[in-house]
Nanobody, 114 residues
């Protein structure tokens, strides 16, 4: 059974930085997609960033501020978030597509406030 566990969320002031991690229990190939999404209160879950192999894709709202990366040993994905804004406040979820299946983590709260 594959499980995804996010960590690294917290409270940060505007302009600050956080690094989120997503640990994958089980095997995932480098060619399989991993991504970050976020959901603010009362809003839909929105795409943030995706990584497949060395290819990355970002939502326009985070491009230039966030960086997605992954290590294969252990299977962990990261999201480095810089220049954080109050509108980045949300629960951040990681997603993995392994074979025919899609897996989600439980989410980690990020709050950007002074």
């Amino acid at each position: 059974q594959v499980q995804l566990v996010e960590s690294g969320g917290g409270l940060v002031q505007p302009g600050g930085s956080l690094r989120l991690s997503c640990a994958v229990s089980g095997s995932i190939r480098d060619t399989e997609s991993m991504a970050w999404y976020r959901q603010a209160p009362g809003q839909q879950r929105d795409f943030v960033a995706r990584i497949v192999g060395s290819d990355t894709l970002y939502a326009p709202s985070v491009k230039g501020r966030f960086t997605i990366s992954r290590n294969n040993a252990p299977n962990t994905m990261y999201l480095q978030m810089n220049s954080l804004k109050p509108e980045d406040t949300a629960v951040y979820y990681c997603k993995a597509e392994i074979g025919r299946f899609t897996y989600w983590g439980q989410g980690t709260q990020v709050t950007v406030s002074s």
